[in-house]
C-alpha cells in the first residue's frame, strides 16, 4: 500500500511528546521508563487516525497505551488531534509491526488490537497480513501468558483466513467469536468504534470480531 507522502509529517512526529522515536531503546522498559509506572501494556498495531486507542486511554487511565502505525502520513492525523490535550498514558510509535520483536519484551504487552487491518487480498501477500501465523508467532513473544488480541474487520475473507490461522498456530486458541459484533449483545459491550468502524456500519457492512488467547 502507498500512501501520500505529507510535508512536515516527519517533524510533527519527532517533535511530539506523544511519539517515541527510537523504540528498540525502550525494549523492556515501557512501563518504566515510558510511563513511570507498572500499569498494563495494551497496545494497537495499525492504529489509524487513532479514535480507538485515544478512547481507550481516556476511559483508562490505569492502563498503558501503546498506538503502531507504519505510516507517518496516517499517524500525523492521530498526533494533530492529540496534541493539545492531557493524556499521561498514551504514547504513539511509528514502526513496522514485522520488527515487534525489537520494540518489546517477552511478556511486556498484556493485550494486542487489531482493527480493520490491511486484508492483503492476494495470496500471495498472506504472511503480510496481520492474523497470519507469522504475525501470531510474533505476537507470543511478546504477549504475557494471561494475554489475549482482538480483533475486528468488515471484510469476512479475511476473518474466515484469520479464524483459520488461530485454530492451526500453537498455542492459539478462539476465546469467542462472531460475524455480527455490533448485533452480539455479549461480545459489543463495551465496544469502542474506530473509524472504519463507524464508516463501514452506517453502510450496513457487519463487523466482524474475534478474541484469542493461549
Known sequence: MRLRNIPGADDVISNSSYCINAPK???GEW???IFSNHNPI???????????????ARNNPDINYIGIERYTSVLLRAVQKV???DIPNLRFVCFDAAEIEEIFSANEVDQIYLNFSDPWPKDRHAKRRLTSSSFLDR?????????????????KDLFDFSLEEIKNTKPWHIDDYTYDLHNNDKMNEGNVMTEYEEKFSSI???????????
Not at 139 to 147: E, H, N, P, R, V
Not at 204 to 214: L, Y
Open 25 to 27: 531503546n525502550t525494549k
Open 31 to 33: 512501563a518504566k521508563s
Open 42 to 56: 495494551h497496545i494497537e498495531i495499525g492504529m489509524g487516525k487513532g479514535k480507538f486507542i485515544t478512547t481507550l
Open 83 to 85: 496534541e493539545e490535550d
Open 139 to 155: 505476537y507470543d513473544k511478546i504477549l504475557k501468558t494471561d494475554g489475549r488480541i482482538e480483533f475486528k474487520t468488515d471484510n
Open 204 to 214: 450496513g457492512n457487519p463487523i466482524c470480531k474475534v478474541v484469542f488467547s493461549r
